[in-house]
């Protein structure tokens, strides 16, 4: 790669990062004036890690994205890792985004599902303030049906 390229790939990542600070720290100075600010706050905290996650991974697949263009024999195994890795990334995306729709669909009012894509680990982290165990029950029905994920792989958190 040349360094021009990768001058700006970090030019890039660095403005993608100063883009991220700015909507995190706006999001968080965010005040809902009719109750205090409290759905504000939560409402942020779920933007804000949204945020976040889709930062990290735009980062991670710009750079696989630069293995799979490496030209050369000498890389297709590289090639070749890197790509099985960016359609794990996909997958875990896909299926962060079918849980969290289909859990807004049963009533929650935000949801934020992180799926690990090298690991069967799912981190469910749900507006509300306390969970029953109808809610955890629910909860783990959908991951398992959706997802093939088994119960003990999963962890469900309340804000």
Partial sequence: MSKGKKIALIVSM???LVVAAVLNVTLLATKDKNNGGNDSVQTSFFQTSRLDRQT???????ELNQILAMEGDEYAEARKNALAKKQ?????????????TLLKAQGYTDVLVTVNA?????????????????DTVRIYNIIATQASISHDYVRILSV
């Fill in 14 to 16: 660095v403005a993608v």
């Fill in 118 to 134: 090298n690991s069967d680990n799912v981190s469910v982290i749900v507006d509300k303030d306390e969970l029953g165990r109808e």
């Fill in 56 to 62: 990290t991974r735009d980062y991670e697949i710009a």
């Fill in 88 to 100: 794990k990334i996909v997958d875990a995306m896909e299926t962060e985004l079918l849980l969290e």
